[in-house]
């Protein structure tokens, strides 16, 4: 088992900035992909940002490129998520996720944070 917890959301004015962070715990050795989900009320969950293990590769949605950027720190099984620019429309319950493949990363990931709500106000 993987546990996730994430922390850093918040109340912030669009056009701010929020930092996320996500702490691995459990059997860390078996990730190989972390990042982000977010669900805004009465919407799907939908995929925010995936790194790979050496964070090598990055992967966005359209939506958040050029103002969100996916980052970890593997001495810590730490993964980030620092969000720029932020809009109302960002605002939702954003879940960390891993995974041990790529498909699992961007479709089913293996394991969930509880997840932290981040809102922006207009």
């Known amino acids: 088992q993987v546990q996730l917890v994430e922390s850093g959301g918040g109340l912030v004015q669009a056009g701010g900035s929020l930092r996320l962070s996500c702490a691995a715990s459990?059997?860390?050795?078996?990730?190989?992909?972390m990042g982000w989900f977010r669900q805004a009320p009465g919407q799907e969950r939908e995929f925010v940002a995936a790194i790979t293990s050496n964070g090598g590769r990055t992967d966005y949605a359209d939506s958040v490129k050029g103002r969100f950027t996916v980052s970890r720190d593997n001495a810590r099984n730490t993964v980030f998520l620092q969000m720029n620019s932020l809009k109302p429309e960002d605002t939702a319950v954003y879940y960390c996720?891993?995974?041990?493949?790529?498909?699992?990363?961007?479709?089913?990931?293996?394991?969930w944070g509880q997840g932290t709500q981040v809102t922006v106000s207009s």
């Open positions: 996720v891993s995974s041990a493949s790529y498909s699992g990363i961007r479709y089913r990931p293996d394991y």
């Open positions: 459990g059997r860390t050795f078996s990730i190989n992909f």
